[in-house]
């Protein structure tokens, strides 16, 4: 067993892993609580559709059989939808495993992938994993994505750019002619990845959308998912649209059974829902602003968003915020994971889970002027 550890790539051995956050049950027992609000992980706080729901329960019946490989029904659904070639629409077990997929199919070792600082901390365990090296450029005074600098980071060795639009953990997002113009001047050789998670949380007029311009740009890949506005981040199912030839590349390496069949039932209904995600869309706006107001009486400094959570400055060191709001119930995100050391990220929740973390986050601040 020695040597079997000893000839892991020492990449592997510098990794840190993905910290997802305690659960809700754990945080009750570690400090004996009876209430839990969970504001960490951007999930969607109304769930799925009833719909959903019925879906899975009536198909639980079924789960002894392998599922669709091809995902041929979701598939045709999403392709109605967006007005695309199936032939475009790669699924996986959640946008996690589209990138490991993904770097393990075009990076070699020493290639590079340039991103934004901070931004989504998979981006960069994907691409180390496979033996490539993270050229991170640090967000513009706006908290946004500096397109200026990617571009000019750019190298013979670079293989593939990241544009999380909305950004996680800022939840700024960039003009559409912005990105427009970025993938006109970046080489077709350059494969631009632009990560949409949140895109149905969007309040602004005109977003970059990106599914017109598939046949415009070939190196142009659009990542969404089920997991937030839809209320699936226990299904596991995101997808990817993009070229082609890069999605079959892409089916050749990936596990013939990836998108169980529960997954893939619920999400063909998630689709149909349409008056649920009109909901959810209309409950985050509406409590973002409600967030925006409690931080503006709170003489607290935030970050406006496009998606379902939030930046806030407390002046105080995040992760001390983080311990003292876990022991009282809510558990947010600190963000010195970000490099953002005095700020937290909080997912928007429901008007009594936002009224929670006020109260709360109220008790940590009057501490700290004691």
């Known amino acids: 067993m020695k040597k079997i550890i000893e000839g892991i790539a020492d990449r592997i051995k510098e990794m840190k892993r993905y910290q997802a956050g305690k659960s809700i ?28 729901i019925d879906t899975i329960q009536s198909e639980a019946k079924n ?15 999403l392709a109605e939808k967006y007005e695309l070639q199936e032939e475009r629409i790669f699924l996986g077990n959640g946008s996690d495993e589209i990138l490991d997929l993904l770097m393990t199919l075009i990076l070699n070792p020493g290639d590079e992938v340039i991103q934004g600082d901070p931004a989504f901390i998979k981006y ?9 090296q993270s050229v991170k450029i640090p967000l513009d005074q706006n908290h946004r994505h500096n397109l200026e600098a990617m571009e000019a980071a750019i190298t013979d060795k670079t293989k593939a750019i990241f544009i999380c639009n909305p950004n996680n953990p800022t939840g700024t997002m960039l003009k559409k002619e ?22 149905e949380y969007i309040t602004a007029e005109d977003p970059f959308d990106g599914i017109k311009l598939l046949d415009k740009y070939p190196n142009l890949m659009l990542m969404r998912t089920f997991s937030k506005a839809y209320g699936m981040a226990g299904m596991r199912v995101g997808y990817a649209l993009a070229d082609p030839e890069l999605v079959d590349y892409l089916n050749r390496i990936r596990g013939p059974f990836n998108i169980n069949s529960l997954a893939q039932k619920a999400a063909v209904t998630a689709l149909e829902s349409e008056s649920h995600l009109e909901i959810c869309h209309n409950l985050n706006e509406k409590e973002k602003k409600f967030l925006y107001q409690k931080f503006e009486e709170l003489e607290l400094e935030y970050i406006e968003t496009q998606a379902n959570f939030m930046m806030v400055d407390l002046q105080m060191p995040a992760a001390e915020v983080f311990e003292k709001m876990q022991q009282r119930g809510v ?17 928007v929740g429901t008007r009594a889970d936002n009224e929670f973390f006020i109260r709360n986050l109220k008790k940590v601040l009057a501490e700290r002027n004691e």
């Open 25 to 52: 049950e754990e945080v009750k027992e570690e400090y004996g609580l009876e209430k839990v609000v969970k504001l960490a992980s951007n999930e969607n706080s109304l769930g799925p559709a009833i719909q959903v």
């Open 124 to 132: 960069e365990l994907a691409v180390k994993s496979r033996g490539g």
């Open 178 to 199: 912005a990105i427009e113009g970025f993938l006109e001047r970046v080489s077709d050789e350059i494969l631009v990845i632009v990560d949409q998670a949140y895109q």
């Open 63 to 77: 789960v002894n059989l392998y599922p669709d490989s091809e995902t041929r029904v979701l598939k045709k659904a």
């Open 331 to 347: 558990i947010i995100r600190p963000g010195n994971q970000f490099g953002m050391d005095s700020w937290i990220r909080v997912t």
